[in-house]
């Protein structure tokens, strides 16, 4: 079975903190997602990979820089976090352009940013 | 721009009634169609994908179709833990952003 694990299910930051989180997948997956999610508004893209070292801006980034050092860890870092940055944060990963293969998503991360 | 419009938002259906979940989708070249269920507090879990129009995919109590503009979720005689909100999501050729709907929240009374 996939897994993507998300470091931590609940996290409570202050206004103006820098902010990590992070998302392991043990799948060998190429690709690697961060969105967010919002009542009424879906899932969004934040940002993306598709291979160490390598982003791609999604459809929200501002507010958000990421990191991948190695294939099986992404990570999403807030640089300075304001209070409209609360919200449910989902990894997700998938193999590259491999027959349709789905993303498989982490519990999540609710953060609050007070 | 790639679109998905999921509707109804919320179903609210007695155990054992049938009824189906609409997803419509605007995309430049369907490589597929995604079909996820999320419970509360939790990440969307994979169910289907659907590659061409008139596919259908099945899995217990779910149905999945696929048309050139729309997919359905059908669901035959739910049980209370069918309760989810489902999410389709809709991937183009060419790059592997998936654009998602905004969900239908189904809930299944006894």
């Known amino acids: 079975d996939v897994k993507v694990t998300q470091s931590s299910r609940y996290l409570v930051k202050r206004t103006g903190e820098k902010v990590f989180l992070e998302c392991v997948q043990d799948m060998d997956h190429e690709n690697m997602f961060w969105y967010r999610q919002d009542p009424g508004l879906g899932l969004r893209l934040i940002y993306f990979?598709?291979?160490?070292?390598?982003?791609e801006k999604g459809d929200i980034p501002e507010g958000y820089s990421v990191s991948r050092e190695k294939k099986e860890r992404f990570s999403l870092i807030l640089e300075s976090a304001s209070t409209n940055q609360t919200s449910m944060y989902l990894c997700?990963?998938?193999?590259?352009?491999?027959?349709?293969?789905?993303?498989?998503f982490g519990d999540g991360t609710r953060l609050s940013i007070l | 721009e790639d679109q998905v419009t999921q509707s109804p938002e919320a179903l609210r259906l007695q155990e054992g009634e049938s009824s189906s979940l609409n997803c419509s989708y605007t995309v430049s070249g369907l490589r597929g169609l995604f079909w996820y269920r999320q419970d509360p507090g939790k990440g969307p879990e994979f169910l289907f994908t659907?590659?061409?129009a008139g596919e259908e995919k099945e899995k217990e109590r779910l149905k999945a179709t696929l048309t050139k503009k729309e997919s359905f979720l059908h669901i035959t005689a739910p049980k209370p833990e069918d309760s989810a909100t489902y999410l389709c999501?809709?991937?183009?050729?060419?790059?592997?952003?998936?654009?998602f709907g905004t969900g239908t929240r189904l809930t299944i009374i006894p």
């Open positions: 659907l590659y061409s």
């Open positions: 999501a809709a991937l183009p050729f060419g790059n592997e952003k998936l654009t």
């Open positions: 997700a990963s998938s193999f590259q352009l491999r027959g349709n293969q789905p993303q498989h």
């Open positions: 990979s598709y291979d160490v070292k390598m982003k």
